[in-house]
């Protein structure tokens, strides 16, 4: 039997004390003020029904009186003795330290190749789409082969290895068990009955516990409840999925309020992942960013990690050491749309296995001779880096090199700074595809121009290529959209300094102008 509650509530005192509410609702306030309160009405009550006499109501009331008094006495001289946060399921982990960021995260190549094959094998009474076993049945060949690991495959086996070494994974978001982008199947359907399989959940019998959900459109109240998991339980990798990186726009009060200020309000630590597809594809301003400029305006104090992968290696560490690390961190990852299937957005098997690691910044391995020849630094992140690379390569381009910033925060300067001292002669320009008011750019400038004032590099001023500030963070017109990019590449890797400079305010095929500037 349902059974509903309609309860009228009133405030008796006002916001706070400083708060006089009569001086708006003088009326409402007079009548709440002669109403009596639910301590006297209660008392009345029990004591109509002889539970309790009148001696012994005035006792329990001065009693509990005399216990605020106490502790509020107490309070004064009050210090903690221990760190209590750091007990029961966290025990045996500890705050932060700089030494133990990358955490050992690579695996065994045999257990590598057990794991991945038995995480792609279809029970034979098991009538899986055609489509699915073809897809499987690729990954599987380019696990066994060792070469061409894609960003699907990496997730699949970061999680396989995790649940193999007895940790927990949680996936939750919108149409998580297939992927918005049809790329992840980790929830299989029978085509005749439509059963579920789930392979994460029996590859193995000592594994720890695989939980995938589709969950409902309300960011807001997921990640909630997410946070507080990860809370809960620190051996369980928490995850959730955006369906579109501005999915988290829904849910920025738990953002701003919990994710990236709870270890320094309350001291709690969060392993939470957050997932947030991004990516300028020319599809309009909806879905297209994931607001990273928020999340690093946010960054401070160690207090979260953000990154944005253009290896499925370096996202495979990336989501292994969230629990290989001797503390916990919400961790902010910038994930693929289009490039999620990119010819050069994959991985070989050594990369996986013998010691590996994840790395703040990755870039191409060149020879001393092609680096003499380098007179260019494009630093960039996340899916800008294969079309500039695709454009270097088409145009045969030797004085160009690429860094690609993996880990925007925390910054990796030791990285920088050890990779610039090779370069001390060269041109050093930041490259995006979002405007200049948002994504990396305001955050990355004053930090790599520190560094290439360290490394005593002849340039000072970090150059910028990438489109004009804007008001939405994309143009609803593909051609536009396409010119745009297109004006990106040429500019950051063919045009002279003296055009950038002269376009510092980013590209546009129409600047816009207040009639007041």
């Not at 708060?19 to 007079?30: A, H, K």
């Not at 009550?45 to 216990?67: G, P, R, T, V, W």
């Given at each position: 039997m349902d059974v509903v509650v309609d309860m009228f509530c009133y405030r008796r005192s006002g916001h706070n004390e400083a708060d006089e509410p009569s001086f708006t609702q003088p009326l409402m306030y007079q009548a709440i003020k002669d109403h009596p309160t639910t301590t006297t009405i209660y008392e009345k009550k029990i004591i109509k029904e002889n539970l309790i006499n009148s001696d012994q109501a005035q006792k329990i009331k001065k009693d509990f009186k005399n216990f605020l008094d106490a502790e509020?006495?107490?309070?004064?001289?009050?210090?903690?003795?221990?760190?209590?946060?750091?007990?029961?399921?966290?025990?045996?982990?500890?705050?932060?330290?700089?030494?133990?960021?990358?955490?050992?995260?690579?695996?065994?190549?045999?257990?590598?190749?057990?794991?991945?094959?038995?995480?792609?094998?279809?029970?034979?009474?098991?009538?899986?789409?055609k489509r699915i076993i073809k897809i499987y049945g690729d990954r599987l060949t380019s696990i066994q082969e060792g070469r061409n690991i894609d960003w699907a495959t990496a997730e699949a086996l970061a999680f396989a290895t995790l649940l193999n070494e007895g940790y927990g994974v949680r996936l939750s978001g919108q149409d998580t068990g297939r992927g918005t982008f049809s790329q992840r199947h980790a929830v299989l359907y029978d085509q005749i009955n439509e059963k579920r399989f789930v392979p994460l959940r029996h590859f193995t019998k000592q594994q720890g516990y695989f939980e995938i959900i589709d969950s409902f459109l309300s960011e807001y109240g997921v990640l909630g409840f997410e946070y507080g998991y990860s809370q809960a339980d620190p051996q369980t990798l928490v995850v959730w999925e955006a369906q579109f990186g501005d999915f988290a726009n829904g849910a920025q009060t738990i953002i701003d309020q919990f994710i990236t200020t709870g270890e320094r309000k309350w001291l709690r630590m969060s392993g939470l992942t957050l997932l947030l597809p991004h990516g300028h594809e020319g599809q309009g301003p909806e879905h297209t960013s994931s607001r990273l400029e928020r999340f690093l305006q946010m960054c401070a104090e160690d207090n979260i990690q953000v990154a944005n992968c253009t290896s499925p290696a370096n996202y495979f560490h990336l989501l292994r050491r969230q629990l290989l690390r001797n503390f916990r961190k919400p961790l902010i990852v910038l994930t693929p749309k289009s490039t999620l299937r990119h010819k050069k957005n994959v991985s070989s098997k050594d990369y996986f296995i013998n010691g590996s690691t994840f790395h703040r910044v990755l870039r191409n391995e060149i020879t001393k001779e092609e680096e003499k020849k380098i007179n260019r630094i494009i630093i960039c992140s996340g899916k800008l880096y294969f079309e500039l690379q695709d454009h270097i390569e088409q145009l045969q381009k030797q004085n160009v090199f690429i860094l690609r910033?993996?880990?925007?925060?925390?910054?990796?300067?030791?990285?920088?700074?050890?990779?610039?001292k090779r370069f001390t002669d060269c041109e050093v320009l930041w490259c995006q595809e979002e405007p200049k008011n948002m994504g990396a750019y305001g955050f990355v400038k004053r930090r790599i121009e520190s560094v290439m004032k360290k490394t005593n590099m002849q340039q000072e001023k970090l150059l910028y290529v990438g489109r004009r500030a804007a008001a939405s963070p994309a143009t609803g017109v593909l051609d536009r959209h396409l010119a745009n990019q297109k004006n990106i590449l040429r500019l950051a890797v063919e045009a002279d300094k003296k055009e950038i400079l002269e376009m510092w305010s980013g590209v546009s095929l129409v600047k816009y102008q207040l009639p007041i500037e």
């Amino acid at each position: 039997m349902d059974v509903v509650v309609d309860m009228f509530c009133y405030r008796r005192s006002g916001h706070n004390e400083a708060d006089e509410p009569s001086f708006t609702q003088p009326l409402m306030y007079q009548a709440i003020k002669d109403h009596p309160t639910t301590t006297t009405i209660y008392e009345k009550k029990i004591i109509k029904e002889n539970l309790i006499n009148s001696d012994q109501a005035q006792k329990i009331k001065k009693d509990f009186k005399n216990f605020l008094d106490a502790e509020l006495e107490g309070a004064k001289s009050y210090k903690p003795n221990k760190a209590d946060w750091l007990e029961g399921d966290w025990a045996g982990l500890s705050t932060a330290s700089f030494d133990e960021r990358r955490g050992a995260t690579s695996v065994k190549e045999n257990d590598l190749l057990k794991i991945g094959k038995a995480i792609h094998e279809i029970p034979k009474d098991f009538n899986a789409h055609k489509r699915i076993i073809k897809i499987y049945g690729d990954r599987l060949t380019s696990i066994q082969e060792g070469r061409n690991i894609d960003w699907a495959t990496a997730e699949a086996l970061a999680f396989a290895t995790l649940l193999n070494e007895g940790y927990g994974v949680r996936l939750s978001g919108q149409d998580t068990g297939r992927g918005t982008f049809s790329q992840r199947h980790a929830v299989l359907y029978d085509q005749i009955n439509e059963k579920r399989f789930v392979p994460l959940r029996h590859f193995t019998k000592q594994q720890g516990y695989f939980e995938i959900i589709d969950s409902f459109l309300s960011e807001y109240g997921v990640l909630g409840f997410e946070y507080g998991y990860s809370q809960a339980d620190p051996q369980t990798l928490v995850v959730w999925e955006a369906q579109f990186g501005d999915f988290a726009n829904g849910a920025q009060t738990i953002i701003d309020q919990f994710i990236t200020t709870g270890e320094r309000k309350w001291l709690r630590m969060s392993g939470l992942t957050l997932l947030l597809p991004h990516g300028h594809e020319g599809q309009g301003p909806e879905h297209t960013s994931s607001r990273l400029e928020r999340f690093l305006q946010m960054c401070a104090e160690d207090n979260i990690q953000v990154a944005n992968c253009t290896s499925p290696a370096n996202y495979f560490h990336l989501l292994r050491r969230q629990l290989l690390r001797n503390f916990r961190k919400p961790l902010i990852v910038l994930t693929p749309k289009s490039t999620l299937r990119h010819k050069k957005n994959v991985s070989s098997k050594d990369y996986f296995i013998n010691g590996s690691t994840f790395h703040r910044v990755l870039r191409n391995e060149i020879t001393k001779e092609e680096e003499k020849k380098i007179n260019r630094i494009i630093i960039c992140s996340g899916k800008l880096y294969f079309e500039l690379q695709d454009h270097i390569e088409q145009l045969q381009k030797q004085n160009v090199f690429i860094l690609r910033l993996e880990q925007i925060y925390p910054f990796p300067y030791d990285v920088f700074s050890k990779e610039l001292k090779r370069f001390t002669d060269c041109e050093v320009l930041w490259c995006q595809e979002e405007p200049k008011n948002m994504g990396a750019y305001g955050f990355v400038k004053r930090r790599i121009e520190s560094v290439m004032k360290k490394t005593n590099m002849q340039q000072e001023k970090l150059l910028y290529v990438g489109r004009r500030a804007a008001a939405s963070p994309a143009t609803g017109v593909l051609d536009r959209h396409l010119a745009n990019q297109k004006n990106i590449l040429r500019l950051a890797v063919e045009a002279d300094k003296k055009e950038i400079l002269e376009m510092w305010s980013g590209v546009s095929l129409v600047k816009y102008q207040l009639p007041i500037e």
